[in-house]
């Protein structure tokens, strides 16, 4: 019904910068709310920011003054430009997306793309 693709992991050495790029597809009214995720190597699972439809976003802590998280409606794309990269940002990346259409509301995820930071 509705898919999440995402694009720009890879590898990068400490300090640079990587853009990460998630677009909705398929069958829905709108996307409400969208954000990334990420799971480190024998960690859970963590948020690293989300972002409103209209635009207000939310960063965790080890991210802020790094990351930042945008998103163009016309296209339901969310652009993560991650900045400053450090070891410790490498993980499998999610995409999270929550639609509303005909089904009602239905939580998203992506199928992750990785981020390798080397020191």
């Known amino acids: 019904q509705v898919q999440l693709v995402e694009s720009g992991g890879g590898l990068v050495q400490a300090g640079g910068s990587l853009r990460l790029s998630c677009a909705a597809s398929g069958s829905f009214w709108m996307i409400n709310s969208m954000g990334w995720y990420r799971q480190a190597p024998g960690k859970q699972r963590e948020l690293v920011a989300t972002i409103t439809r209209g635009g207000i976003t939310n960063y965790a802590d080890s991210v802020k003054g790094r990351f930042t998280l945008s998103r163009d409606n016309v296209k339901n794309t969310v652009y993560l430009q991650m900045n400053t990269l450090k070891p410790e940002d490498t993980a499998a990346y999610y995409c999270?997306?929550?639609?509303?259409?005909?089904?009602?509301?239905?939580?998203?995820w992506g199928q992750g793309t990785l981020v390798t930071v080397s020191s």
């Open positions: 999270n997306g929550n639609a509303l259409g005909t089904y009602g509301h239905l939580e998203v």
